[in-house]
């Protein structure tokens, strides 16, 4: 079945780049997505790629998608401490009429 | 525009209850999913609504039903509760047109079950 993996923990210092890395496994995802969310609060969406884009860049976050190794990166330039979060990826096949598929998040600590 | 609210947004209720959730998506969208949220299974989906119909579903069992009604307002109903039902439930909304497009989350209702 599908399956979105990434790594739980993350610590930076504030002004340094943060880098979150998902993988995934279902091959016909088209649509990839971060949200973000913040202590006591629901998911904001940040920013989504499909499947047909290899880069996607917004401000300060930058997407990167491997589609040969299914893997999907999100670059957090100049972190600050209000980007300290749990940041989840998603996967969908057809957006808007099946679900997203999340993994479990990843806890970025960002240390001033 | 307004988000998608939910309400309400914290509750507590005892085993064998039952509760009833809300959510009024943004205007102009017709699809509204629910996720459940725990520490132990993270997000899972649980059922999706477009046009008072059911789109899509889960797995979970019968005890979680839900509805939508005409103006896309949404209800979650989650019976017997147990113990386990103690979660943040999330729910999306989206145009539901299925082409590109991008589901929005609410603040969620966090229920705890004693």
């Known amino acids: 079945g599908e399956d979105v993996e990434q790594s739980l923990f993350l610590s930076v210092r504030e002004g340094d780049s943060s880098v979150i890395n998902c993988t995934y496994t279902?091959?016909?995802?088209?649509?990839l997505y971060w949200y973000k969310q913040e202590p006591g609060a629901g998911l904001q969406l940040l920013t989504y790629?499909?499947?047909?884009?290899d880069m996607k860049q917004d401000q300060r976050l930058t997407v990167l998608l491997n589609k040969k190794d299914k893997h999907l990166s999100l670059r957090i330039a100049d972190t600050q401490t209000g980007d300290s979060a749990i940041y989840f990826c998603?996967?969908?096949?057809?957006?808007?009429?099946?679900?997203?598929?999340f993994g479990k998040g990843t806890r970025l600590s960002v240390i001033a | 525009k307004a988000g998608v609210t939910q309400t309400p947004r914290y509750l507590i209720k005892t085993r064998g209850q039952q509760v009833t959730l809300s959510c009024s998506p943004i205007?102009?969208?017709?699809?509204v999913s629910w996720y459940q949220q725990t520490p132990g299974q993270g997000l899972q989906f649980l059922f999706e609504?477009?046009?008072?119909?059911?789109?899509n579903k889960g797995n979970f069992p019968g005890r979680f039903s839900g509805r939508q009604f005409s103006n896309s307002r949404s209800e979650m109903n989650v019976s017997t509760l147990e113990l386990g039902d103690s979660a943040l439930y999330l729910c999306?909304?989206?145009?539901?047109?299925?082409?590109?497009?991008?589901?929005?989350f609410g603040p969620g209702t966090r229920l705890l079950v004693l």
């Open positions: 609504y477009f046009s008072e119909t059911q789109r």
């Open positions: 999306a909304s989206s145009l539901g047109q299925g082409y590109q497009e991008t589901q929005y």
């Open positions: 790629i499909f499947s047909n884009m």
């Open positions: 279902d091959s016909s995802s088209t649509y």
């Open positions: 998603a996967e969908s096949t057809d957006s808007g009429n099946t679900p997203l598929v």
């Open positions: 205007s102009g969208h017709r699809s």
